[in-house]
T-cell receptor, first 110, second 111 residues
């Protein structure tokens, strides 16, 4: 079945440093979504990418979808303590089923 | 309600007992999902519903797990003869077709 791998599993950064998490699949993805889960909370939708090579920005967050639609990245510029949490990518498998990546847990040191 | 509602929010049960977890999705959302998340782990897909039918039950870990959805709305996830490895957060989510909206989860502890 479709699997989506994320790297790294964990990342500790100093506040102000940049952070990137990568999502990789062996098969072509129809779309990619990104979610953020704060500690003790539930995943919250951030963004969806659909087109090959698509790039979207949300303030300090930049999302990219690879040209081959097999990988994606989330980059945070100048991290803040509010960025702490686990970031998941997810992709649709079939009509409605979504498979989530393994997640990257980000810790920001003040 | 405004969001996905789950109950109970916390449940401690003895090994071997049955538990029932309830999910009330966002009104009008046709798709409903159950995921499981063990402490510090990723999201494990369990089952999803489209309306009242469950096209994909492939993620249910064993025959002790079952789920149903009635009236295209409320869903219940039942775990029979609970085991300690069932301890996790059970997250319900609903979707109008694209974006997935998660509930706060039901934290299950089997002792």
């Amino acid at each position: 079945g479709q699997q989506v791998m994320q790297i790294p599993q964990y990342q500790h950064v100093q506040e102000g440093e940049d952070f990137t998490t990568y999502c990789n699949s062996s098969t072509t993805l129809s779309n990619i979504q990104w979610y953020k889960q704060r500690p003790g909370g539930h995943p919250v939708f951030l963004i969806q990418l659909v087109k090959s090579g698509e790039v979207k920005k949300q303030k300090r967050l930049t999302f990219q979808f690879g040209e081959a639609k097999k990988n994606s990245s989330l980059h945070i510029t100048a991290t803040q303590t509010t960025d702490v949490g686990t970031y998941f990518c997810a992709s649709r498998s079939g009509t409605y089923k979504y498979i989530f990546g393994t997640g990257t847990r980000l810790k920001v040191l003040a | 309600g405004a969001g996905v509602s789950q109950s109970p929010s916390n449940k401690v049960t003895e090994k071997g007992k049955d538990v029932e977890l309830r999910c009330d999705p966002i009104s009008g959302h046709t798709a409903l999902y159950w995921y499981r998340q063990s402490l510090g782990q990723g999201l494990e897909f369990l089952i999803y519903f489209q309306g009242n039918s469950a096209p994909d039950k492939s993620g249910l870990p064993s025959d002790r797990f079952s789920a149903e959805r009635t009236g295209g709305s409320v869903s219940t996830l039942t775990i029979q003869r609970t085991q300690q490895e069932d301890s996790a957060v059970y997250l319900c989510a609903s979707s109008p077709g694209n974006t997935i909206y998660f509930g706060e989860g039901s934290w299950l502890t089997v002792v």
